[in-house]
């Protein structure tokens, strides 16, 4: 296996953190010289005016001859940045960008961070489709559940083009790819599993939908007032519908006997006598930042598989394994939609990558592998063209 090398991974201080955003972290480049007056009558008058004429003439040009159809909008309101909460666009901004800079090194994409100053859905999606000629796709950034639902499925029917809210589906995609290898070196089978998820926010839903599609049969939902039932309303009475085939009532105490799986994206403290109820060879995705659920110390002394969503601790679900590469393989396809079978196809992909080195300590890429964009978009793409 070939890996780009890697730093020794120690804290950085915050006078690195506030030079390496001074002036934000992205800029434009050229693709197209501009050294003398030949090149400036090519690049802008009066040559583009026959580029402009022939789009004009026939839309599909603007596939071939402008950025838009390989630009991705990166769009937040804000409501829901990483671990701050609702800290508003401005505050967004340097985490879009950030994201912005992950599409261009992992996936070869250029892309636009769009912070709204509304968190109004109608307004949202009036503004992205009044931009759509202006990019090829839109990842869905840090927007505050339930709205989060509403907006990715307004923005799906009225834009023609691939959108994805990667909180949700970033997150699902790599946890799927972290369970196979999982069970393919523990030797279990997912369909036996008995999962817990805690936290029904957007990444909770999206998680658990995902197991079920992927064959999961007994996933149990819960969010801060326990399990979650038809009473609750909206996408959680959905799920209701489809979860908890055993009928379990009440809270993670009861949730968590005889578990085989929990699966941490609420932020609340696993104690450790719960761990201790779960069935043994359990497995722990504890994937709250910047503080799981549970340590990997103490959940390691019940599990042999834990996970978390952080850099400096082995397993890390990092949505980097995913977002750049299915962007890609929707855009290399040509794709208005990304799919179900797709986001599937994405984290078998990721799993294959990792299958050949396997360990406990190690059931999915490491996010500098070069090859799991590559493979993701080259899966995505053709679950695309299959429809």
Same mark, same amino acid.
């Given at each position: 296996?070939?890996?780009?090398?890697?730093?020794?991974?120690?804290?950085?201080?915050?006078?690195?953190?506030?030079?390496?955003?001074?002036?934000?972290?992205?800029?434009?480049?050229?693709?197209?010289?501009?050294?003398?007056?030949?090149?400036?009558?090519?690049?802008?008058?009066?040559?583009?005016?026959?580029?402009?004429?022939?789009?004009?003439?026939?839309?599909?040009?603007?596939?071939?001859?402008?950025?838009?159809?390989?630009?991705?909008?990166?769009?937040?309101?804000?409501?829901?940045?990483?671990g701050l909460?609702d800290?508003?666009p401005?505050?967004?901004?340097?985490?879009m960008?950030g994201?912005?800079?992950?599409?261009?090194?992992?996936?070869?994409?250029?892309?636009?961070?769009?912070?709204?100053?509304?968190?109004?859905?109608?307004?949202?999606?009036?503004?992205l489709?009044r931009?759509?000629?202006?990019?090829?796709?839109?990842?869905?950034?840090?927007?505050?559940a339930?709205?989060?639902?509403?907006?990715?499925?307004?923005?799906?029917?009225?834009?023609?083009?691939?959108?994805?809210? !990667?909180?949700?589906? =970033?997150?699902?995609?790599?946890? /799927? %790819? *972290?369970?196979?290898?999982?069970?393919? &070196? $523990? @030797?279990?089978?997912?369909?036996?599993?008995?999962?817990?998820?805690?936290g029904?926010?957007?990444?909770?839903?999206a998680?658990?939908?995902?197991?079920?599609?992927?064959?999961?049969?007994?996933?149990?939902?819960?969010?801060?007032?326990?399990?979650? !039932?038809?009473?609750? =309303?909206?996408?959680?009475?959905? /799920? %209701? *519908?489809?979860?908890n085939?055993r009928? &379990? $009532? @009440?809270?993670?105490?009861?949730?968590?006997?005889?578990?085989?799986?929990?699966?941490?994206?609420?932020?609340?403290?696993?104690?450790?006598?719960?761990?201790?109820?779960?069935?043994?060879?359990?497995?722990?995705?504890?994937?709250?930042?910047?503080?799981?659920?549970?340590?990997?110390?103490?959940?390691?002394?019940? %599990?042999?598989?834990?996970?978390?969503?952080?850099?400096?601790?082995?397993?890390?679900?990092?949505?980097?394994?995913?977002f750049?590469?299915?962007?890609?393989?929707?855009?290399?396809?040509?794709?208005?939609?990304?799919?179900?079978?797709m986001?599937?196809?994405?984290a078998?992909?990721?799993?294959?990558?990792?299958?050949?080195?396997?360990?406990?300590?190690?059931?999915?890429?490491?996010?500098f592998?070069p090859?799991?964009?590559?493979?993701?978009?080259?899966?995505?793409?053709?679950a695309?063209?299959?429809?």
């Open positions: 296996m070939t890996t780009a090398p890697e730093r020794a991974l120690s804290a950085p201080t915050r006078d690195e953190i506030f030079d390496a955003h001074r002036g934000g972290k992205l800029s434009t480049g050229l693709t197209a010289a501009l050294h003398d007056q030949r090149d400036l009558a090519i690049a802008y008058s009066p040559g583009v005016a026959e580029v402009s004429r022939a789009i004009a003439a026939d839309a599909a040009v603007a596939r071939t001859h402008t950025w838009a159809d390989r630009l991705v909008a990166v769009v937040s309101d804000g409501t829901a940045v990483l909460g800290i508003g401005r505050a967004a901004l340097p985490v960008e994201k912005s800079a992950l599409f261009k090194t992992f996936g070869g994409l250029d892309s636009i961070p769009l912070v709204l100053d509304t968190t109004d859905v109608d307004e949202i999606v009036e503004t489709v931009l759509r000629p202006s990019f090829g796709a839109v990842n869905l950034e840090d927007v505050s339930p709205r989060c639902f509403e907006l990715e499925a307004r923005l799906i029917e009225a834009l023609d083009c691939p959108v994805m809210h !990667d909180d949700q589906h =970033g997150t699902a995609i790599v946890l /799927l %790819a *972290a369970l196979r290898g999982a069970c393919e &070196v $523990t @030797g279990r089978d997912l369909q036996s599993l008995r999962f817990v998820v805690s029904a926010g957007a990444a909770g839903i998680c658990s939908r995902i197991l079920l599609a992927a064959g999961a049969r007994d996933v149990v939902l819960l969010d801060s007032r326990g399990i979650v !039932d038809a009473a609750r =309303g909206g996408e959680k009475a959905a /799920l %209701a *519908a489809i979860t085939p009928g &379990v $009532t @009440g809270g993670i105490a009861e949730a968590m006997a005889g578990a085989d799986v929990f699966v941490g994206l609420s932020g609340a403290l696993l104690p450790e006598e719960l761990l201790a109820a779960m069935n043994p060879g359990g497995m722990v995705f504890a994937l709250s930042n910047p503080d799981p659920e549970a340590h990997p110390d103490v959940a390691g002394r019940y %599990a042999p598989i834990v996970a978390t969503g952080r850099s400096d601790f082995p397993n890390q679900i990092n949505n980097v394994l995913a750049p590469g299915v962007f890609r393989g929707a855009l290399d396809a040509g794709a208005r939609r990304i799919t179900e079978a986001k599937l196809a994405a078998d992909a990721i799993f294959a990558v990792a299958r050949d080195d396997l360990a406990l300590d190690r059931i999915v890429p490491g996010p592998d090859r799991v964009a590559p493979a993701v978009a080259a899966a995505v793409a053709e695309a063209d299959r429809g």
